[in-house]
């Protein structure tokens, strides 16, 4: 099992940035796929970013394409979101997940979860 925390939330104004991290840890996780996922109130967890660890492939949502970087940093076990040019729409809870299969999470799932954390983009 791996167990992921995220950190970085919090409340921004419209055009500003943030950087969200999600601490990885547990068994081996070097072939697995990093995804970040968001969920906000009344809609459905939706998928945003994903990153394999061996190789760095990324994938993004077309909504966050040109806005969102995803990267890790294998040193300190630590896959990061970069959100620039945030949006009102982007507030969410935004939840980092882990699968040995990079298809399932750019389906939409994973194995493992952390526990979330807010972001809250103001007008």
């Known amino acids: 099992q791996v167990q992921l925390v995220e950190s970085g939330g919090g409340l921004v104004q419209a055009g500003g940035s943030l950087r969200l991290s999600c601490a990885v840890s547990g068994r081996t996780f070097s072939n697995y796929c990093m995804g970040w996922f968001r969920q906000a109130p009344g809609n459905e967890r939706e998928f945003v970013a994903a990153?394999?660890?061996?190789?760095?492939?990324?994938y993004y949502a077309d909504s966050v394409k040109g806005r969102f970087t995803v990267s890790r940093d294998k040193a300190k076990n630590t896959v990061y979101l970069q959100m620039n040019s945030l949006k009102p729409e982007d507030t969410a809870v935004y939840y980092c997940a882990a699968d040995p299969s990079a298809r399932t999470i750019v389906r939409g799932t994973g194995s493992s979860w952390g526990q979330g954390t807010q972001v809250t983009v103001s007008s």
């Open positions: 990153i394999t660890w061996s190789g760095g492939s990324t």
